[in-house]
């Protein structure tokens, strides 16, 4: 097990190239299985849970050829559906939470599709309803086999009328990639229209989709015979921008963030400017000075700001843990409220014992008051639970004053693309111990 060594209390300063989205790579990549043609994708993160599927697809009989840096082509001939049986597709599926977008398309273009229970971050309950159900729905029958996995076939795919119970991104991605494919349209209300959702129906109409209604929440998608091939350049990850920006706000640190695609950022700065951080916009860059002081926002009535994550284009739950973090420096107090996972706030015990004034209300809530760098936080020893836990941590551990330990890292590198060397790049003091 992997782990960071972390000298904190540096100022950083440069230049941050975002990585291509997360959370769009696993779907558009997943998308490739709908057609025999080859499918260009651009700016690919390497990170972990990416990599991941992209062996589960060679598994497949994907073909799979790197380009150039970050841009890969993705050749779905030849599947091989006898992989679904084997015990390395069990193991490796179980690996990441993206393996369940893997049954659409299969779905879609071959009619049988295996489902394992799903690996990713354990951070509460995350259901697969949304996904079985609105499948089902199209014409999909699915079998709980042995207790241990889902055996899914579908004879043909039909269009409907959907009103999902959840705006699950996932799931609407999977129903939406079942149904480019189906016969008859299928409306999809109450969908997710978050920008990786928005830009995989983009690359589906490019490969000759009909799906209307993109950023909406009521998706209608016209199905079609085949599809065909195309190039797709994936969206900046607006975790790791967010990321970034609490990072730069810590360590009185500038940076520049080049090229991140503002206007697809939804609302992410707005509750950034609340926290009291300054930001420049530059074109399509986003500049972070140093800041000796930033003071939170109250509601207008003077009462304390709440922060709340929400469907697109509501805060993003993966970026709560970075506004924790950033509060614990602020001058004033805010309360975040995580209403989606039940287990994503309990990393805060580790920012607790650094020297951070939080009160964990109960597992949705968390009351921060910021210390205004009366003090710094104190370095210590810690465990990445997950990814974007992870990344408040190594945040924290940067700003520190003194030494830092953290084990399990491999939870960060399952969603930040080499995320030590591009920090060191501007100054940082982290060393990577295997």
Known sequence: MASFKITGGKQLRGTIHPQGAKNEALQVISATLLTRQKVIIKK???????????ELLQGLGVTINKISKNTYSFESKNIKLEYLDSKLFKENSQKIRASVMLVGPLLARFGIAKLY??????????????????LSDLGANFV??????YQISAK?????????????????????????LAKGTTTIYNAACEPYIQQLCKMLNSMGAKITGISSNLITIKGVNKLNGCTHKILPDMIEIGSWIGLA??????????????????????????????????????IV??????????????????????????????????IIVTATQANGSILVHQKMFESRLFFVDKLIDMGAKIILCDPHRAAITGINRQYELKGTIMTSPDIRAGIALLIAALSANGESTIHNIEQIDRGYENIDSRLRAIGASIERIE
């Not at 609407?172 to 149904?179: C, D, E």
């Open 156 to 180: 043909k795919l039909t269009g409907k009328n959907l009103l999902l119970e959840e705006a699950s991104v996932t799931g609407t991605a999977n129903i939406i990639m079942a149904a480019v």
């Open 289 to 322: 000075k140093k800041q000796q002081q930033y003071n939170v926002d109250t509601f207008i009535n003077g009462s304390i700001l709440t922060i709340s994550d929400a469907p697109w284009p509501g805060f993003s739950p993966d970026l709560l843990s970075i």
């Open 117 to 134: 229970p799903p690996g990713g971050d354990k951070i509460g309950r995350r259901r697969l309803d949304t996904h079985l159900l609105g």
């Open 144 to 149: 709980l086999k042995k207790k241990l996995f």
């Open 44 to 54: 690919v993160p390497l990170i972990k849970d990416v990599i991941c599927l992209m």
């Open 249 to 286: 706000a810590m360590t009185k640190s500038t940076i520049r963030i080049k090229n991140a695609s503002i206007k697809t950022l939804g609302n992410t700065l707005k509750v950034f400017q609340k926290m009291g951080i300054k930001l420049k916009i530059e074109k399509d860059d986003i």
